[in-house]
């Protein structure tokens, strides 16, 4: 988020740069708060502003020795570059990497593996139900890093089924096909868990109408147009009805006149308005149902 506000800051008047730095420095001043504690405040603070859940995983890392800069590098490099320097490291090592990356990240560096390598990843990151300190170290210890944590680190909580079905989410399909079939080779409870996490754009048609309406307000018409390119009718007819009359009528008129579009745009544009529902539902603003209806997410 940084980044990019940096990014969109263009030219900032001398005064202006001035104001703001004078300010910082009063405030500054003025701050009474020293705390000697410092865990304890970190832990107050992160607790207070992420909540016990979201905050328990950065703690551990932060306080806890839980180092994982050895792979900070990776998340500025493109997905052929982090393919490259990894690919002949043992498949734990790769899995262990991969958790620690962003989901769509990852699906981009799966995507760069020879199909045997890819599977035996993604099997791995699905059984995998934590990180052990020696793995950490040894993650480090391939990106040219030191650890600095201990022996008493605690396990990370990541990989697992959630996690691959982010990241197969966020993959092809002709890929993800052969990934799930290979797991279901290996255990068909665990490629059928793996499948009831996945959301895909189709399953759209599973949330409710307020929920449509409220995504519908986040995404852009072009966006929305190249998505449909690849939807079901019955996905279409379901994006209409919850748009008013005028509206349905324009998006049908675009889909009409729009001529054959790349199936990689429309894979795209789909994956982007799939992050946006995760953000909803992170958010708390719209629910997934799950199998049956009974798990909510």
């Known amino acids: 988020m940084l980044g990019h506000a940096m990014a969109l800051l263009k030219t900032v008047p001398r005064p202006r740069v001035e104001e703001v730095l004078a300010d910082f420095h009063t405030t500054a001043l003025e701050s009474a708060a020293v705390h000697t504690d410092t865990d304890a405040y970190v832990r107050s603070v992160l607790t207070k502003a992420l909540g016990d859940d979201k905050a328990s995983n950065l703690i551990s890392r932060i306080l806890q020795g839980g180092d994982t800069n050895g792979i900070e590098g990776l998340k500025w490099m493109d997905a052929p570059t982090v393919a490259d320097l990894i690919k002949n490291?043992?498949?734990?090592i790769i899995a262990t990497i991969l958790v620690h990356l962003e989901h769509d990240h990852s699906s981009a560096i799966l995507n760069q593996f020879t199909?045997?390598?890819?599977?035996?990843?993604v099997l791995r990151i699905a059984t995998l139900?934590?990180?052990?300190?020696?793995?950490?170290r040894e993650l480090n210890d391939v990106m040219l890093r030191l650890l600095s944590g201990s022996a008493n680190i605690k396990k990370s909580a990541m990989g697992g089924v959630r996690s691959v079905a982010e990241i197969l989410n966020f993959m092809g399909s002709a890929n993800e096909t052969t990934v799930i079939d290979s797991i279901r080779e290996y255990d068909p409870d665990l490629a059928q868990k793996i499948l009831d996490e996945m959301f895909v754009f189709e399953d759209l048609n599973d949330l409710e109408d307020r929920s449509v309406q409220l995504l519908l307000?986040?995404?852009?018409?072009?966006?929305?147009?190249?998505?449909?390119?690849g939807a079901s009718e019955g996905l279409r007819e379901k994006i209409f009805k919850n748009m008013s009359q005028r509206a349905a009528e324009m998006l049908r008129e675009d889909l009409e006149s729009r001529g054959p579009v790349r199936l990689s745009e429309v894979e795209g544009e789909q994956k982007e308005i799939l992050k946006i529902v995760r953000r909803l539902v992170d958010e708390g603003q719209i629910v997934l149902g799950g199998a049956g209806g009974e798990a909510m997410i």
């Open 89 to 92: 490291e043992h498949p734990q």
């Open 217 to 229: 307000r986040e995404i852009q018409s072009d966006s929305l147009i190249l998505a449909l390119k």
């Open 115 to 121: 199909e045997r390598l890819r599977n035996d990843v």
């Open 129 to 136: 139900e934590g990180i052990q300190p020696a793995a950490l």
